[in-house]
Structure formats: structure tokens, C-alpha cells
């Protein structure tokens, strides 16, 4: 059902939904029949929306390089736009202001900022590396960022908190966590 | 994803700067597609019998939940205006 679900959001990238109503419309049914029912009540619904043009042109999901999208930020298209990685681990949050050819700006985490071992693992660490690694990356000349989040750590979500806080505009939010397809057997259970 | 086209899968866009509407979306999306809890069950490693006991008591409570939630939505039908108002 996962690969189907993934199938169907490429399918609606293509058939260029308006995404964001699907995923509000009360909670995301995992059915494959349902999502196709859903996509018809929304173009069903599509021709009343018109009126309110800025809300129906926000598409959800990022433009593709292939198809042409009129979307800019200070003039660049999407796929022109620096990344910001964001390594969230169980005990520190790394972040990495980069290019998109993959030349760096600025690279914090929290060991960086002076917190010591437990107090690395914190929210509050990472908005602060956060802050820092926006102020670094204006300081060379950027205005926005897509945001690459890897890890389910306790900074994921204020590291992207700090990013804005120091004066970065997030664009777009990627989830970019490890998955192994079975890979790599990881240590033991631990016995409290 | 480095083997995969980026930016493509898992990601979401940000509408009038709320980023934290967008984030929420996310964990959403991935909370439903199941990615999140498998994440976390990835940390340690389950050994197969522990999968078992696990699959095995997901699948029973699966059963429950759905069965319970069919009885109570039958039995909700008793619950309307009445149709004899007066008599």
C-alpha cells in the first residue's frame, strides 16, 4: 500500500491536483479507491476555487525540472536554490548550508554553538545552531533555502524553526530520512 | 535518495512563509505512509520472533478496532429524533 500511495502522489504531480485540498481534506485515507474518489470531488470542486486564484496556483509539491513552472524566488527556478541539510541525530543536530552544485556556505551543529553532550541533544540547541547557520549563509548572500531533513531527532523541527528565526526563507521541506530496504542490521534492543 | 531523483519524493512546499503548516503536512504525510513508525522501529534491531508477536497483535487489534467501530456505528442508528414525537 506504501508503494501504491507513493505511486499516486507522482500521479497527482503529473495530473497537477490541487495537492494542498487532498491533504487537508480529513486526514489522508489510504485506500486506493478513496484517493481516487477524492481526486474527483477536488475536480469537481477545482471550478469553484478559480475565484480565489492565489490559494488554487499553490501547488504542494515542488515544480519538476522537466515540466516548465513559472515559479521564481528572487529570480532563480527551483532547482537553482541552496539546500540546507539538516542531520538530526538522537544526540546532535548538524547543519549544512550548501550550493546547488554542492559548494558549502556554512556548516553549524550544535557542538559548534558550546553546548556540551546531553544539552547537544535539546530543541533549544538546534534553533540556536539554526540562528547561526542563517546568519552565516546571509552574510554570503542567501536569501532562500530548501530545507533537507534526515533523521528523527529531538532538533528536526526547531533547526528549521532557528533557519527562519535567523532570517532564511524556507521554500520547501524535504524529508531525506535513511530508510534500508533491509540493509544493515542495527545493534541490539536495548533491555531497561 | 542519492540514488533517486531529489527533491521529487517527501517534500512539501511552503505557502505564505508558515512553515510550520508545511511541516505538520509532512509528518503527516509520512505518519500515513508509515514511514515515521518504521524509522523508530529501525533504531534497534527486532528479532524475528519479537516481529511475529508484533505483527500477530497489530493484526488482532486491527480486527477489534474495525469490528468495534462497525458495531457502534449499527447501534448509532438508534440514535435519531424520534420518529413517534406525539403518540
Known sequence: ?192 | MSHHLKFIARTVMVQNGNVDAAYRTLSRILTVDGIIEDAKRRRYYEKPCRKRQRETYEMCRRIYNTEMARKIAFLMRKNRQDPWLGC
Not at chain 1, 486526514?27 to 490559494?55: C, D, W, Y
Open chain 1, 1 to 192: 500500500m506504501t508503494r501504491v500511495l507513493v505511486v499516486a502522489w507522482q500521479r497527482f504531480l503529473g495530473a497537477r491536483l490541487g495537492g494542498y485540498n487532498v491533504a487537508l481534506c480529513g486526514g489522508i485515507h489510504t485506500g486506493f479507491q478513496r484517493l481516487q474518489e477524492q481526486m474527483e470531488n477536488t475536480e469537481s470542486v477545482a471550478p469553484e476555487v478559480t475565484a480565489n486564484q492565489s490559494k488554487s496556483d499553490f501547488r504542494l509539491f515542488p515544480p519538476v525540472p522537466g515540466q516548465g513552472s513559472s515559479l521564481t524566488w528572487s529570480g532563480k527556478k527551483y532547482e537553482d536554490i541552496p539546500i540546507a541539510h539538516i542531520k538530526a541525530t538522537y544526540n546532535n543536530t548538524h547543519i549544512q548550508v550548501v550550493s546547488p552544485e554542492n559548494l558549502p556556505f556554512a556548516r553549524t551543529s550544535c557542538g559548534t554553538e558550546g553546548f556540551r553532550n546531553a544539552k547537544k541533544a535539546t530543541a533549544i540547541a538546534a534553533q540556536t545552531a539554526g540562528i547561526a547557520a542563517a546568519a552565516k549563509a546571509c552574510r554570503k548572500g542567501v536569501s532562500h533555502v530548501r530545507v533537507v531533513v534526515k533523521g528523527l531527532g529531538p532538533g528536526r523541527m526547531s533547526a528549521i524553526k532557528g533557519l527562519t528565526m535567523g532570517g532564511l526563507e524556507v521554500i520547501s521541506i524535504t524529508d531525506d530520512t535513511p530508510i534500508p530496504h533491509n540493509g544493515c542490521r542495527p545493534r541490539k534492543a536495548r533491555r531497561l
